[in-house]
């Protein structure tokens, strides 16, 4: 049983080091946003390659190589965001009257570039595991997708914590298209039927004889999906998860 300790450990950690790596390099001054998005896309390359070689290897090393690949090529989408390189076709404040439908479209302008990179990131993954035999790095950028995806919606619906400060300068335009309230319909549901997917696994992982490798596939992949629900929660606590990462927040943005 205790099998399942040392992957989730490690889930955790890949999680909580790799967010914070992303937010201190965002800090940094507009001049280096070049050099860094080209370092991130260095990495992008030999994230795909691990995930191309590892995807054929169903032993716990490939998992760990394909989730910790699946997270590389997930936070490379995620720092061209923050960056600045690939957000939007609408980079302007939300109209004052904009209601509904309407702000609803707005809002999706101002990501619609992200989002199809990440549909790109999620073909290519799919056509890399084509009879894969190791599936972990596959579903691990769907759940990253789902979750994120989720919290998107809730967060232009209405949460709490917008976790502001995450945002730098010259995307705080963003702002204008939340809201904050304490809490929005679709929140409950969310979590709810996250909660529904991700026990049996768990139930599977704490019950199941199963190899090595698809004890440590599983571990990380419900770890994620975990960590994705306990997002979901903090975005209507009442105080901020911005401590976890203090360490990648810095001045000078």
């Not at 090529?73 to 923050?82: D, N, S, V, Y």
């Not at 073909?123 to 919290?151: E, P, Y």
């Not at 204008?176 to 768990?202: C, D, E, G, K």
């Amino acid at each position: 049983m205790s099998a399942w300790i040392v992957p989730f450990v490690f889930a955790i950690l890949v999680w909580w080091f790799s967010t914070g790596a992303i937010l201190w390099l965002e800090c940094f001054s507009k001049k280096f946003f070049r050099p860094i998005f080209f370092a991130s896309c260095v990495l992008l390359f030999f994230a795909f390659w691990g995930i191309s070689i590892s995807s054929t290897q169903d032993t716990v090393l490939g998992a760990y190589c394909a989730f910790t690949c699946a997270i590389l090529i997930w936070g490379w989408q995620e720092l061209a965001f923050l960056l600045g390189y690939i957000t939007g076709s609408r980079r302007v404040l939300c109209p004052a009257d904009a209601r509904g439908w309407q702000r609803a479209w707005y809002a999706f302008q101002t990501i619609n570039h992200h989002e199809l990179a990440l549909l790109v990131l999620g073909i290519v993954l799919a056509v890399l595991h084509v009879d894969a035999a190791n599936t972990t790095g596959l579903w691990a950028f769907v759940i990253l997708w789902v979750m994120r995806q989720s919290a998107k919606i809730n967060i232009f619906l209405g949460v709490l914590n917008l976790n502001e400060r995450f945002l730098p300068d010259h995307l705080k335009y963003l702002q204008t298209y939340f809201r904050r309230r304490a809490m929005n319909y679709l929140m409950p549901f969310s979590v709810v039927l996250a909660v529904i997917v991700v026990t049996p696994l768990w139930i599977d992982i704490f019950t199941a004889t199963e190899s090595a490798f698809a004890l440590t596939s599983k571990t990380l992949l419900a770890t994620l999906l975990s960590l994705g629900i306990l997002e979901h929660i903090l975005l209507v606590l009442p105080f901020s998860s911005e401590g976890l990462w203090k360490w990648g927040f810095r001045e000078g943005r």
